[in-house]
């Protein structure tokens, strides 16, 4: 089954393409067309690994499924409403735990390490996610969502989190209550001290609300990763973070120590504060 997400990679083209084109004309700021180039040739690469994955993994859902007593009669609408609420939730974890735990955090490096912020940075994404992040979905398995049913709603919900990848949009009134807008996403994007480790929403930020993790926009954000990218080559964006790690790993004496390092977080604060130039840190109170 062909999934949603790669149905509408041609209207993420022209929506890419008329975002720059509104950027380019007003003239306040820069296209760094060079950048979304990048964006997109991972986005297209991520594609198809993230197919070839799919196909490989959705065997343990189908099974799961299969081995479920559950099944949810996805001939009536409540069973659509809570795949969409439950599959929201699941991707919240799934998100923040791949901000939180270093071995998640190698894979989704690849869609924070842009310093820019527009709808091209939406697709650029992990070549090798798909080798781990099914598994966060079990549970929809477990639970008796078909897997067709998933895939439409994940799919969708995935679409959704492209357009929020825009400075264009500005604050939304009311629905930045309930909704993951371009103002929280930005946020998530943000390496400000107080941006760090916030807004992990798909859909809903309700979920970041209940959980501590809201942050609302209010000073400028800084895009990027703390520890820094300078490169545009896809293959290194995609595997840096494993060469990271491998170092780490070496440094560490026993073996507790090596799975702390593996699954613990990467600390990205205090690899921010070790950046930063002692007066800076002296500024923005970083902490850690
Ligand atoms: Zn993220
Ligand atoms: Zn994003």
Known sequence: MLKPQYIAIPLFAVFIAIEAFLILRSGRDEYDSKDAWTNILIGLI???????????????????????????????????????????LLYYWFHRISHESRLFWNFHVVHHSSYRYNLSVAVRQSWF????????YLPAAFV????????????????????????????????????????????????NP????????????????????FEPEDEPVEYGITTGMDSYNPLWINTHAWFEMLEKLRSRSGFLEKLRCIFLSPDMNLERV??????????TGARR
């Open 144 to 191: 008796g969502f078909p897997f067709w049913a998933f895939a439409l709603v994940h799919g969708f919900n995935l679409i959704y989190q492209f357009w929020i990848h825009t400075e264009l949009v500005d604050r939304l009134g009311p629905l930045e209550w309930i909704l993951n807008t371009p103002s929280h996403h930005r946020v998530h994007h943000g390496i």
């Open 46 to 88: 991520s594609a198809i690994f993230g197919t070839l994955l799919a196909l490989a993994t959705s065997i343990v859902y189908i099974t799961i499924y299969e081995l479920s007593p559950f099944k949810m009669p996805m001939n009536s609408v409540w069973p659509w409403l809570i795949l969409i609420i439950a599959d929201d």
């Open 274 to 283: 070790s950046a930063l130039t002692d007066q800076e840190a002296m500024v």
């Open 129 to 136: 996610s798909g080798v781990l992040h099914w598994i966060f």
């Open 194 to 213: 107080q941006y760090l480790d916030k807004n992990y929403a798909g859909i809903f930020i309700v979920w970041d609300r209940m959980f501590g993790t």
